[in-house]
Every structure is written in structure tokens, then in C-alpha cells.
């Protein structure tokens, strides 16, 4: 069965500083992985989708990669801003309908 | 500007009472879904609707009904069989259910039993 882990569940950072989150999952066999922002409240945003084919995708300061064989993706945010300060969560396509499998998230903040 | 409209955004359920919660699109998606988000848990999905007329449940589909007549609309109803209603539901859609489909999402329903 596939999972979904991102790690660390929560962190602080401050301002201008350059950042990781973490995405790991159990099964190779999945056709994309996307990352989405939650602000307190509200919706998701699509931030990156990777098909499995690629290896990274590239928008603005943020840069996802994607590294099947080991069961990785990372969300790499360039030089913090508060506006930054989110809940990031990832998600897999997988199996025959491609349902989405959700991991619980990072929580966000950045420091002024 | 295209995207997916939810309402309400905030809504109450007294017990017994069925409610249907509203869901929007104009990006000619085909698919469409709902979840449910709980703290402390991923999103789960409750029904999802490749084409109009068509929906199949989702992992937690109990106490919940879905209709899609229509391609911009699917309209998610929580009946008095769900137990444990109060949670933040949000709507999503896609091109399809294919490799290549991103998600859009709308702001969400919050609902709360009273």
C-alpha cells in the first residue's frame, strides 16, 4: 500500500533563508506528483506538478524534484518571505484511477 | 478567470438534517472530486466524477451522496447517516483522470453539526 510521509511536520525558519521540505513515499509506481499550498482556512494551490518522466519542475524560487528510486521528492524554496508561511502538502497520482494519495503536510512559517 | 467556486463557506448542520454543499467549475474539466479534511489527517476522498452522469466513491463515501448532471456542477449532499459530519470540504477538478491532469481547488466549506 502506498504512503505518503513529509517530514518535518512543522518548521520556523527566518527570513531570506533557503529551505527543504521533505516528500517520501513507499511505492515507485506512481504517474505524477504534485505539491500544493494551504493557507489557514482555505483551499489548496497547485504549486508544481512532476510527471513521472521527469526530474524536476521549476517555478519562480520554488523547485520540486523527483527521485522514484529512491521514493523522494523535495519542494526547494529559495530565499524565504513570510508570504511564504503555509501549509505545504504533496501528492501522488497512483493506481488504475489515479487517486490522489495525500501526505499530512509541513507546516510553514517564516520569520520576519 | 476560470476556477472552481464553493459555497457556502461556512454552513451548519443541526442532527438529522441532510445538507448539500455546492461546487462550481468553468475550466471545462471533466473530472471533479470532493474531500474531506480533518486535522491531523491527509485529505481523503469522499466521490469523484470522471464524466457527467458517471461518479464512483471515493474511500470514505459513507453518509454522502453526489449528483453530476451537468459538467460544471457536483453538488456533494451530507445526509444524517454521516455521524461525524464536521470537517473542511473541498472540491477539486482536473482535465481527467490521466498521467498528465493537474488539480485546481476551491476555497473550501467548512461545516459544522449544532
Known amino acids: 500500500k502506498q504512503e505518503v510521509t513529509q517530514i518535518p511536520a512543522a518548521l520556523s525558519v527566518p527570513e531570506g533563508e533557503n529551505l527543504v521540505l521533505n516528500c517520501s513515499f513507499t511505492d515507485s509506481a506512481i504517474y505524477n506528483l504534485q505539491w500544493f499550498r494551504q493557507d489557514p482556512g482555505k483551499g489548496l494551490t497547485s504549486l508544481l506538478l512532476i510527471q513521472s518522466s521527469q526530474r524536476e519542475q521549476t517555478s519562480g524560487r520554488l523547485n520540486a524534484s523527483l527521485d522514484k528510486s529512491s521514493g523522494r521528492s523535495t519542494l526547494y524554496i529559495a530565499a524565504s518571505q513570510p508570504g511564504d508561511s503555509a501549509t505545504y502538502l504533496c501528492?501522488?497520482?497512483?493506481?488504475?484511477?489515479?487517486?490522489?494519495?495525500w501526505g499530512l503536510g509541513t507546516s510553514l512559517a517564516v520569520n520576519p | 478567470d476560470g476556477g472552481i467556486t464553493q459555497s457556502p463557506k461556512y454552513l451548519f448542520r443541526k442532527e438529522g438534517q441532510n445538507v448539500t454543499l455546492s461546487c462550481e467549475q468553468n475550466l471545462n474539466h471533466d473530472a471533479m472530486y470532493w474531500y474531506r479534511q480533518d486535522p491531523g489527517q491527509g485529505l481523503r476522498l469522499i466521490y469523484y466524477s470522471q464524466i457527467v452522469n458517471d461518479f464512483q466513491k471515493g474511500d470514505i463515501a459513507e453518509g454522502y451522496s453526489v449528483s453530476r448532471e451537468k459538467k460544471e456542477s457536483f453538488p456533494l449532499t451530507v445526509t444524517s447517516a454521516q455521524k461525524n459530519p464536521t470537517a473542511f470540504y473541498l472540491c477539486?477538478?482536473?482535465?481527467?483522470?490521466?498521467?498528465?491532469?493537474?488539480?485546481?481547488f476551491g476555497s473550501g466549506t467548512r461545516l459544522t453539526v449544532v
Open positions: 477539486a477538478s482536473s482535465i481527467g483522470l490521466d498521467r498528465v491532469a493537474g488539480y485546481t
Open positions: 501528492a501522488l497520482g497512483a493506481g488504475n484511477n489515479r487517486k490522489l494519495i
